[in-house]
């Protein structure tokens, strides 16, 4: 590709290799590809696919090994230094100083950016209009929400206004609200000031907003194209399937193995089915099969052109099984009750008389926005943190007298997983089975389920550390599962994680609530509070909304959004709160 100031950043014939225990690994393979000027590109695949290491050579903080990199007509390898000052990287932790102030942090990296005195006030004041952080100037950026500290992040990345702006999954974490509002912040640097953004997202919803889509795989380019080129590739093969009288949970295992579906979610009150090409779905064969289902085409989705690619295997559940007959029981028992829950922290309410009921086998969402007290009531509930007023009973025991009975029987997996880095998969999985108390045998035992149940055995001499983001999940929920809790509690258990590694996560939830285990998840995606029986949804440690998806959906609905999404829906409550706030 020739040498051209006015495209943004070409890749030519890249290659990227990395040295470890003495191995040569391919990080990136032959990648070619460039970028158009004034758009914005998104960058998406699985877990290891080579996406930061793709956004470090385009930042110039590597080198590639093999091949030509231009980043505004200048050649990587000769003016790495000068190609900095005229471009802005925002890592997937920006290097924020939490025990600065947002105005402190900004005046430092003004300070780093070389960013004149006489042009940082306007700066600022743009800034902190756009970003809305103005109010919250002197507050330390520690005390910020997730929302909150990735927008004074972008605003450090903007100070100059940079030519190509290059984001690493900048919205994982963030709810959407806050991932709305990073949206407009970007498109309206990109429509302003005709800035070239590179941004690599898990979201696969947020690629779809995109004018450009990169799909890399084991460190090569599969594809690149606008959105809508990979959704049309789809077209005719994307189905719903209701069942009034089937548990659709029992179904989907049931489609699972019709040899012409490729994949299935449970979306609330329907199942969402993806087929092979040339393969639709025979209604007759299926209502033989089944009974009383109905069946409608759907339009496709840019997450179902991904899947129909990268796809290889079915997850299997069947080890899963051995956990049925500890969790037989009452399916109307509440395994988790609270009322009138309060929680102080000095003179601040972060929870404000919140009451619900969760019945065992119930798969539970606990939704709200940073900062909107979801955490801490969840906190509260896994017996971490103590209650100020109220009433928590978790698996039939009163969390004030009898926390630690409580906790012997729910499993919890934290949002950052809480491995041990240094120590092996093996070695990780029997120090939580000591953890929960479990004899030698029973810890053996327990080890050798959770390297078959969630196909870790290639990996148990491997140090956690050294597991992509997918199998460090894997390992986690393997981990909050040796002692085979009655109930399990998941913090954000799949942000930042691809989309078939989601689907992983939420196929082995669904087969533990069919099981009996009951569930309580926290989530910012709200694609995944569709596959939840029932949820809350809060704000300002208040309860603002109770049912099921579609409950929450019905909500919104109006004239305008006839056919709402959940996250149509929590912007909605969010939006209606605020404003007779």
Not at 128 to 140: E, K
Not at 265 to 283: F, M, N, T, W, Y
Not at 472 to 500: C, W, Y
Not at 553 to 559: C, D, G, Q, S, T
Request: glycine content about 6%; aromatic content about 6%; overall charge negative.
């Amino acid at each position: 590709m020739p040498n051209n100031p006015e495209e943004p950043l070409i890749f030519s014939d890249v290659n990227k290799y990395f040295v470890s225990h003495n191995r040569r690994i391919t990080a990136l393979e032959n990648i070619t590809f460039k970028l158009e000027p004034g758009k914005v590109t998104g960058l998406v695949g699985p877990d290891a696919a080579g996406k930061t290491t793709l956004m470090r050579l385009a930042a110039g903080l590597l080198l590639p090994d093999n091949g030509s990199i231009q980043v505004l007509g200048q050649d990587i390898k000769h003016h790495a230094l000068q190609i900095q000052s005229q471009i802005s990287y925002m890592p997937q932790r920006f290097g924020l100083y939490e025990d600065l102030s947002v105005q402190e942090n900004l005046d430092l990296y003004a300070d780093l950016q070389n960013v004149s005195h006489d042009q940082r006030q306007q700066h600022y004041q743009d800034l902190m209009q756009m970003t809305g952080l103005r109010p919250f100037a002197t507050r330390m950026a520690g005390k910020l929400s997730g929302g909150m500290k990735q927008k004074l992040g972008l605003a450090c990345s903007l100070l100059r206004t940079p030519q190509l702006m290059i984001l690493d999954e900048p919205t994982v974490g963030v709810d959407p609200v806050s991932r709305r509002e990073l949206w407009e912040i970007i498109y309206q640097q990109v429509k302003t000031n005709r800035m070239t953004v590179l941004l690599s997202t898990a979201y696969l919803d947020e690629a779809e907003r995109c004018d450009d889509v990169i799909l890399l795989h084991e460190g090569k380019l599969l594809e690149q194209g606008p959105p809508q080129q990979f959704t049309q590739s789809v077209a005719g093969q994307t189905f719903t399937l209701e069942a009034p009288d089937k548990p659709l949970r029992e179904l989907q295992t049931e489609l699972n193995k019709n040899a012409n579906i490729i994949d299935t979610l449970v979306e609330s009150d329907r199942i969402r089915i993806l087929c092979k090409a040339g393969q639709p779905l025979d209604q007759k064969l299926l209502q033989q099969q089944f009974g009383n289902i109905i069946i409608q085409s759907v339009q496709p989705r840019f997450e179902d052109a991904f899947v129909i690619r990268l796809k290889t295997k079915e997850v299997s559940t069947t080890r899963l099984n051995s956990l049925a007959q500890v969790h037989s029981g009452n399916l109307s028992e509440d395994m988790i009750l609270t009322r009138n829950l309060v929680r102080r922290f000095g003179d601040f309410t972060a929870v404000n008389n919140v009451s619900f009921a969760v019945k065992r086998g119930e798969i539970f969402g606990l939704l709200g926005a940073n900062g909107a007290g979801k955490s801490t009531t969840f906190r509260m509930l896994c017996g971490l943190l103590p209650t100020s007023e109220g009433e928590a009973i978790v698996a039939g025991h009163d969390l004030r007298t009898a926390a630690a009975d409580a906790r012997s029987r729910i499993g919890y997996m934290a949002q950052r997983f809480s491995l041990y880095g240094n120590l092996s998969v093996s070695q990780n999985l029997r120090f939580f089975a000591r953890a929960y108390g479990l004899n030698r045998n029973e810890q053996n035992q327990q080890i050798e389920w959770a390297l078959d149940t969630f196909e870790l055995q290639n990996y148990h001499d491997s140090n956690a550390d050294e597991l992509s983001l997918g199998y460090k999940q894997r390992l986690s929920f393997a981990a909050a599962l040796m002692h085979q809790p009655d109930i399990l509690f998941l913090d954000e258990p799949t942000s930042g994680v691809d989309p078939i590694a989601r689907r992983e996560f939420w196929q082995r939830t669904h087969a533990l609530a069919s099981l009996g285990v009951t569930i309580l998840v926290t989530t910012h995606f709200m694609e995944e509070a569709n596959y939840c029986d029932h949820l809350v949804i809060m704000a300002n440690g208040n309860v603002l909304a109770e049912g099921t998806p579609q409950d929450m959906k019905n909500l919104a609905r109006n004239h305008d959004h006839p056919n709402p999404t959940m996250e149509d829906a929590f912007i909605h409550l969010i939006e209606q709160q605020t404003e007779t706030a």
